[in-house]
């Protein structure tokens, strides 16, 4: 899978989210910033739709990460590494 379709697929961008939502794949914004070799350096940008316990939407929390994506030979994605992102807990 290409770069795009592989974040739109992966259920690991969810640790990005803040608020024990989900991604809202319609906002998923996906920039490279390098692409060098095996892998690529991305940021991602989405809204996390956060729900209300009778199953309406509560409201919409922006969340980013900083991606590493190790890449086969012909561009495919094969994995992905959180560099930096707004659900990412710190070991403390």
């Known amino acids: 899978m290409k770069i795009h379709e592989y974040l739109l697929n992966c259920r690991e961008i969810s640790r990005l989210c ?8 319609d906002t998923l914004e996906i920039e490279v ?7 690529a350096i991305v940021t991602v940008n ?3 739709i956060l729900m209300q316990g009778s199953g309406c939407e ?7 990460g900083k ?16 560099l ?9």
């Open 67 to 82: 991606l590493r994506l190790p890449l086969s030979s012909s561009g495919d994605v094969e994995g992905m590494e959180i």
């Open 84 to 92: 930096l992102g707004s659900g990412e807990r710190s070991a403390e």
């Open 46 to 48: 989405f809204e996390e």
């Open 33 to 39: 910033l390098e692409r060098k070799g095996s892998e």
């Open 18 to 25: 803040t608020q024990n939502g989900w991604p809202d794949n």
């Open 58 to 64: 509560a409201g919409r929390v922006r969340c980013f």
